[in-house]
């Protein structure tokens, strides 16, 4: 069964350091997302893709995260620089597209990062 | 503004027992809404939705407009109920706002 892929699983960084967070999405699935779940939350969406643009970034702190799905594929997550509080597991998740809406989203197992 | 709410942090009950893990939520338009359930050392996964109307796992949750509510019930739990699940809804922009989870105990 296809899965949503995420590398790595751990990361443990200084703060003022620049981290980045790579994720496959399950094939053919148009719609990509980038959620942040702080320890005791849910998790909150930071952007959303559908195929190679960026259809909803208005929780993502632009000055210091940047995330990028140059060919409509796998998708890169990066922060410059870290602080303390960037704190989180990182999920992507994955959903294709049906009835003209995104279906069902499938999440992959999440980045832990630890700022020091 | 959507929200949803989830008023037990944690919830624990006796194998065999009934469970209810609450949710409600706020939203202005027709509200589509699903609950995740994240096993331990598992990824978050889509336990049912509301739209389908189907039982997973012997779990139901019934849509009140009226209570702006989507319970989640089982009339007898087990021990791998155990877990955290997280109530959600889809927005109109696709978006999925998540409550802050509850965790379920089921002891022997």
């Known amino acids: 069964e296809a899965e949503v892929a995420q590398s790595p699983r751990y990361k443990i960084t200084e703060k003022s350091q620049a981290v980045a967070f790579w994720c496959d999405p399950i094939s053919g699935h148009a719609t990509l997302y980038w959620y942040r779940q702080i320890l005791g939350q849910g998790p909150e969406l930071l952007v959303q893709?559908?195929?190679?643009?960026?259809?909803?970034d208005s929780q993502l702190p632009k000055d210091r995260f940047s995330a990028e799905r140059l060919k409509g594929v796998d998708s890169t997550l990066k922060i410059q620089p870290a602080e303390l509080g960037d704190s989180a597991m990182y999920l992507c998740a994955s959903s294709s597209t049906r009835g003209g809406r995104a279906d069902t989203q499938y999440f992959g197992p999440g980045t832990r990062l630890t700022v020091l | 503004a959507q929200r949803v709410t989830q008023p037990e942090k944690l919830l624990s009950v006796f194998k065999g027992a009934p469970v209810e893990l609450k949710c409600n939520y706020s939203y202005s338009g027709s509200p589509e809404l699903f609950w995740y359930v994240q096993y331990s050392r598992q990824r978050l996964q889509l336990l049912l939705r509301h739209i389908s109307r189907e039982s997973i796992k012997g779990f139901t949750a019934d849509l009140n407009k009226g209570e702006t509510s989507f319970h989640l019930k089982k009339p007898f739990a087990q021990e791998e109920d155990s877990a955290m699940y997280y109530c959600a809804l889809l927005s109109g922009s696709e978006k999925l706002v998540f409550g802050k989870g509850t965790k379920l105990t089921v002891n022997p």
């Open positions: 893709f559908q195929d190679e643009s960026v259809v909803d």
